[in-house]
């Protein structure tokens, strides 16, 4: 795992979307695996700035979500499909065709779960797989005690996902209790995984992340097994981090960060 320790939530935000720009530049049909959330918005702006001001080219990229709301339908403001459409996609040339989100409207959640793994399956796998972190440690959805082998399924939230992520419904009892999610195996079979965390309110479970045990109660450990991880952070979310020295000392030290190996 690296662990990229930028100065301001500014810093690692624009060092996240220059490591994702020159991937799809290096690979225009490239297969991202895409992550919602407080923390990819701005993420998601750069990008499209991107496209607008440098022609970054999206009309070749798939694009698969980690997770949506059971219960959603697409057009809901607060549905994951409806956020990548408003943060991105409405604003670069992909094509809609080739951007896929678990379908939290299906009437059989199982065979939609088979399907989108297969889904997955049928383009390649997943090349570069961008995930947040939750407060509970979650990557996706898959909350606690998520088997580290999980594949796509519903889940149940916990309640400090639901109280992390009420505020944006007009009113909090109306968010879904359950989501899907790609497991932490389907996770773990991408490519490059790529996760951004910003402020303060991520220190300790970036910390318990990357420096805890791997464990089901923090499912981002997971990632500590990956071959090729990076952790990009700002320094306020890097506070806990015991070896932070080193990781600075090491990012120093390496010729080319942004390039992926
Ligand atoms: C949401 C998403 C996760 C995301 C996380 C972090 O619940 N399901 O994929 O990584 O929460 O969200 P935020 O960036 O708002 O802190």
């Given at each position: 795992m690296e662990v990229i320790i930028q100065p301001t939530h500014e810093d690692a935000v624009g060092f996240c979307a220059r490591m994702l720009a020159r991937r799809i530049r290096e690979k225009p049909d490239i297969v991202l695996g895409l992550a919602t959330g407080r923390t990819m918005e701005p993420l998601y702006t750069q990008l499209v700035t991107m496209h607008q001001n440098e022609g970054l080219d999206f009309s070749r990229v798939t694009t698969f979500n980690l997770d949506e709301y059971i219960g959603l339908p697409p057009e809901h403001e607060q549905s994951y499909r409806y956020y990548m459409n408003h943060h991105l996609f409405n604003h670069v040339n992909i094509n809609q065709a080739n951007t896929h989100l678990p379908n939290g409207m299906a009437e059989d959640i199982a065979a939609e779960c088979v399907d989108y793994e297969k889904r997955i399956v049928e383009v390649g796998g997943i090349d570069l797989q961008l995930l947040g972190i939750g407060e509970d440690g979650h990557i996706g959805f898959n909350e606690p005690i998520s088997s580290l082998r999980s594949r796509t399924r519903n889940k149940t939230l916990t309640k400090e996902t639901i109280a992390q992520n009420s505020p944006f419904f007009s009113e909090p009892s109306l968010m879904p209790v359950q989501a899907l999610t790609v497991g932490v195996g389907t996770i773990m079979e991408a490519r490059y995984c790529l996760m951004l965390a910003t402020g303060e309110d991520k220190a300790q479970i970036i910390a318990q992340a990357i420096e805890g045990p791997i464990t089901a109660m923090v499912t981002a450990s997971a990632l500590q097994l990956h071959p090729h991880c990076a952790v990009i952070v700002d320094e306020a979310a890097a506070?806990?981090?015991?070896m932070h020295d080193y990781y600075l000392w090491a990012f120093e030290t390496k010729p080319d960060w942004e390039k992926l190996d």
């Open positions: 506070a806990r981090l015991k």
